[in-house]
């Protein structure tokens, strides 16, 4: 088996085995990113000599007895979480000159346990996109089809991922860019409980939906990647200090009992025939492995896309506010004066789908539309939310969709964005109501792969990752590698 198609359980047991060394195992996927990237576009920024630097101290500490279980695992991040004295861009020209002055939690954590950084990750700009197109350095490609988006806007670490150029990596999702560019790429990919980890050092779109998480072949890996990120961090007003179970030691394998609820509103129109099927049978197989299905309704649902780009864009013109060419950033040459220096430094660093957003934003907080819309938005949140609860009164996990469509044309949807905000209408529910849920995946259609998601009540990760690890040890859709990538 090469080293690349191992999973991150299987590349640590190889470390500690001493099969091979973290040196080793960095230089095999540096040498596929330097192959494979150009054509991918996955990464803004490879840290060959910082890679190589974790992988020696790995190794040193594996010597001296001082291993992880994640000791000299490769890993990525998307580019939004800081890391000291590497860029830190955001997919945006706003910040294609700024260098992190220091980490994000999550950096911070991923190191302690032993990781070794290979480089950040493409993304839509400022995380605004669901097809990483939007990104100042270019689209991302999917690795099953170059023609194809990988979805957004963790679409380069979820590109990077497919391809084996990592076994691991970051992502972020506000209205579902981890989950959504999982399914099209097919891996798998976990958006935790809102307050699960800690969003200190990860450039903010919508404070109240962005969730950092990781994204991995396996529910298995992400497990392992999760349990080293996870857990309170003072530092963010917004991290919650709940215990958290080690996840990996608490994956099952027998869904006897779990009574799994299809959501209603997830089969209604707009879903494709054949992804739909496919999920089914998804459904069917875990019914098969003894859990209960049954139908259940959240009325309010469909609601939720209205819902959010009211909700998000708002706090991404509260939040990117901050980027004005004064303290950090892109800054205009030669202003004329102080309103010349906002408009010109914002106007040439702000791609057309995050002005769009700010202007919306704007818009609904300003004093004549504030209650007509914000306030409304807020309101049907809540009646989401109460979907969601009185639904977890009756089932422990809910099933359905990830994304109505397999990967689109690259190009296909940029000039509507109507239709490509449609692409989130499964994933953006959960972010709403600040509930865990992961996107694995349960087939292809077309040679283009489809995820299953799964969607749990608050800090029901390891339930989660025990039902989608139990799924994946009947299925083998997981460990398929694109022909061009194996």
Known sequence: MSLHTRSVAELAAGLRNKEFSAVELARHFLARIRASNPALNAFVTVTEERALADAARADADRAAGRAGPLTGVPVAHKDIFCTDGIKTSCGSRMLDNFVAPYDATVVERLAAAGTVLLGKTNMDEFAMGSSNETSFYGPVRNPWDLDKVPGGSSGGSAAAVAARLVPAATGTDTGGSIRQPAALVGISGIKPTYGRVSRYGMVAFASSLDQGGV????????????????????????????????YAAGLKTSLKGLRVGVLKEFFAAGLDGATGALVEGAIAQLRAQGAEVREVSCPNLPLSVPTYYVVAPAECSSNLSRFDGVRFGHRCSEPRDLMDLYRRSRGEGFGAEVKRRIMTGTYVLSAGYYDAYYLKAQKVRSLI???????????????????????????????????????????IGANLAGLPAISVPCGFVGGLPVGLQLIGPHFGEERLLGTAHAFQCETDFHRRVPAAYA
């Open 215 to 246: 994204m991995a072949p396996s529910a298995a890996d992400c497990a392992l990647l999760l349990g080293a990120m996870a857990g309170f961090d003072p530092r963010d007003s917004t991290s919650v200090n709940v215990p958290v179970p080690d």
């Open 385 to 427: 939310t109460a979907d969601f609860q009185r639904a977890f009164a009756e089932v422990d996990v809910l099933a359905g969709p990830t994304s109505p469509t397999p990967a689109f044309a690259i190009g296909a949807k940029v000039d509507d964005p109507i239709t490509m905000y449609l692409n989130d209408i499964y994933t």
